[in-house]
């Protein structure tokens, strides 16, 4: 079959054949329809200090996608040959104290698909039954291929009802743009989103952020005390992991209120901690994978109802033979991008 592999341990990925995976007893084996480039996939690709700790090439990687379902282990009960189906790239132990209670999101013995095993930038891919998540029939690929990203704003922005309140998003990827599109669609008002790249303006209006700020301008904390009645924001929520934007969270959030973090620093990043979280009386949360299944569940609702939609994210769209197209799209300066969608 054709993959998209790390063959080195050095930048870069190869288009090559690959032996199409033998099943296991619980597993799947799926024939991919649509696969998404992911931000992680960019820092497998570029070989930094993360995946060189991580990654053990030769593998394929990817962890966004959805398919058919071709053949089942004899073990597999809920899951039938030809099931169109997508999943939890978060595959669980089963045995562990997170496991046993209701996290199996973030399960001690966590392994990840398409990073600790391959994973779905190929023709086929294994899946193990308990990562299964069965779409409906009449879900266009390229939307099924991204709920595994989009599932995660779910899980960030309904960490706690918004509905009513006043939400600011701080990012302009994937996340971020989801983000205010499940804001958007589930009744926040104002829903404030702060980008960084220009071209993605078009992109936060479309999924109906009320007003856009531009980050690194010193302002932006007070124009967004000004929307806010100068009482700050019911929700902050932080998709980016930029330590000036962190701060900047805890410095617009509402007394009461609430942050929710989910973009990753590659530094710890220092806080006051009694002025910004203790007397101001806030909840932070801290955002990994998707609540197993119940997100999964949030996201259908949202979507099934035409509220949100998800479509003006995906910018490019390419086959996964021309893998390199689309990371470059991904890894381009002027970030004239969204989400990569690759089809097998
Ligand atoms: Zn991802
Ligand atoms: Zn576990």
């Known amino acids: 079959m054709l993959a998209v592999m790390k063959k080195e341990k050095a930048k870069g990925a190869v288009v090559s054949d690959a032996p199409i995976p033998s099943i296991g007893a619980t597993d799947l084996l799926v024939k991919v329809k649509a696969a998404s480039i ?30 058919e379902v071709i053949e089942t282990g004899n073990m597999v009960k809920g899951v039938k040959k030809g099931d169109y189906i997508s999943a939890e790239s978060h595959i669980p132990c089963g045995y562990c104290y997170q496991c046993q209670n209701n ?64 939400v600011v998003v701080f990012g302009c990827g994937p996340s971020g743009l989801f983000s205010t599109g499940v804001a958007a669609s589930s009744g926040a008002y104002p829903v404030i989103s702060v980008i960084k790249h220009e071209f993605r303006r078009k992109i936060a209006e479309k999924m109906g952020a009320d007003k856009i700020l531009k980050t690194g301008e010193d302002q932006v904390v007070d124009e967004i005390l000004n929307v806010t009645n100068h009482e700050g924001a019911d929700v902050v929520l932080e998709m980016t992991g930029n330590p000036d934007a962190i701060q900047q969270a805890f410095r617009v959030v509402k007394k009461g209120g609430r942050v929710t973090l989910f ?19 806030i ?29 003006p994210v995906i910018t490019h769209q390419f086959s996964l033979s021309e893998f390199e197209k689309g990371m470059s799209a991904m890894t381009a300066k002027d970030r004239k991008c969204g989400k990569v969608v690759l089809f097998a």
């Open 38 to 67: 992911c931000g992680t996939d960019v820092h497998i690709y570029n070989w930094d200090g993360w995946s060189s700790n991580r990654i053990k090439p030769p593998m394929i990687f990817g962890h966004e996608f959805c398919g």
């Open 283 to 311: 909840r932070v949360y801290g955002i990994n994978g998707r609540i197993m299944y119940q997100t999964w569940h949030k996201m259908r609702s949202l979507l099934q109802s035409g509220k949100l939609n998800p479509k």
């Open 103 to 166: 996290q199996m999101h973030i399960c001690q013995n966590l392994k990840i698909l398409g990073i600790d095993v391959n994973g779905c930038f190929a023709e086929y891919v294994l899946v193990p039954e308990i990562c299964v998540w069965k779409n409906l029939a009449d879900m266009p690929v390229e939307i099924a291929s991204i709920q595994e990203p989009l599932g995660n704003a779910v899980y960030a922005v309904l960490a706690e009802e918004v509905t009513g309140k006043s």
């Open 263 to 281: 973009g990753i620093s590659s530094d710890p990043v220092s806080l006051d901690i009694a002025n910004q979280i203790i007397f101001k009386g």
